[in-house]
């Protein structure tokens, strides 16, 4: 059973940071692609970021790209989330996910304040 757990959310004024974790239990995480997405209030679910296996490879959606950094750390099976220079076109639940399979988080809600 996959079980993925995030914390570190929190509300923060613009110009802020902010650094998510995802910890992962039940497989093998440094086998698996792992990624951030959000939703914000009445909007879909998005895609933030995504870090391959080995944390060679990482994608951004455009709108966090220069902001946004995805780490991961193997030894501590957790992914990270850096967010800097936070607006408040950042406030959504983010949520962590396994790229292989429907495994999803609870969601962290990160709240940005103007």
């Known amino acids: 059973q996959v079980q993925l757990v995030e914390s570190g959310g929190g509300l923060v004024q613009a110009g802020g940071s902010l650094r998510l974790s995802c910890a992962a239990s039940?497989?093998?995480?440094?086998?698996?692609?792992m990624g951030w997405y959000r939703q914000a209030p009445g909007k879909e679910r998005e895609f933030v970021a995504a870090?391959?296996?080995?944390?060679?490879?990482?994608t951004y959606a455009d709108s966090v790209k220069g902001r946004f950094t995805i780490s991961r750390g193997n030894v501590k099976n957790t992914v990270y989330l850096q967010m800097n220079s936070l607006t408040p076109d950042d406030t959504a639940i983010y949520y962590c996910?396994?790229?292989?399979?429907?495994?999803w988080g609870q969601g962290t809600q990160v709240t940005v304040s103007s």
């Open positions: 870090i391959s296996w080995s944390g060679g490879s990482t």
């Open positions: 996910k396994m790229m292989s399979g429907d495994y």
């Open positions: 039940g497989r093998t995480f440094s086998n698996y692609d």
